[in-house]
């Protein structure tokens, strides 16, 4: 496999698990079968992104520590706990999501496993964004990169 093939493939698990995102947090609008499925359709993904990104794992005893280093770290570990639990919490919780919004807006009390959940997504979101963000200047090297490969006239 050429690293460019592996690249997409990264690129093609890093958007499935975007749209799986974003059709989990609209998870009210569909059956709870679907949720529950793309729920473990996400599980899946996130185990496929840690496993083709296991070399910055084995790279954290190596190199030089400093601090965008060590906040990377933490927020890239911290994502990945979240989300692990997150996606292992929702086979905990009974009913749909409308079931579960219902009962909010009534001012009801939710079981505990539906407030660990709900709270884990919130977490989970707000690290997720910070983890896409911080990959913001890799992305944006890498499409130069790309950009400036395909404007360079092979040699004649």
């Not at 910055?56 to 400093?66: D, M, N, Q, S």
């Not at 911080?134 to 404007?151: A, Y």
């Amino acid at each position: 496999m050429t690293h460019s093939n592996n690249q997409v493939q990264k690129t093609v698990v890093d958007c499935v698990l975007a749209v799986i995102v974003i059709v989990q947090l609209l998870g009210v609008l569909f059956p709870n079968k679907v949720h529950h499925y793309v729920g473990i359709l996400f599980c899946i993904c996130l185990i496929i992104h840690i496993i083709q990104h296991r070399a910055w794992l084995r790279a954290l005893t190596k190199g030089h520590w400093t601090s965008k280093r060590i906040v990377g770290t933490c927020v890239n570990l911290a994502t990945m706990v979240s989300a692990i639990t997150l996606g292992a919490s929702g086979f905990f919780v009974q009913g749909s999501a409308r079931r579960v919004f219902k009962t909010i807006l009534q001012g009801q009390v939710l079981p505990i496993e539906s407030c660990v959940h709900l709270t884990l997504v919130i977490i989970t979101v707000c690290l997720v964004l910070l983890h896409v963000g911080l990959q913001v200047p890799r992305i944006v090297r890498c499409l130069k990169s790309n950009k400036t490969k395909k404007n360079v006239a092979p040699d004649a």
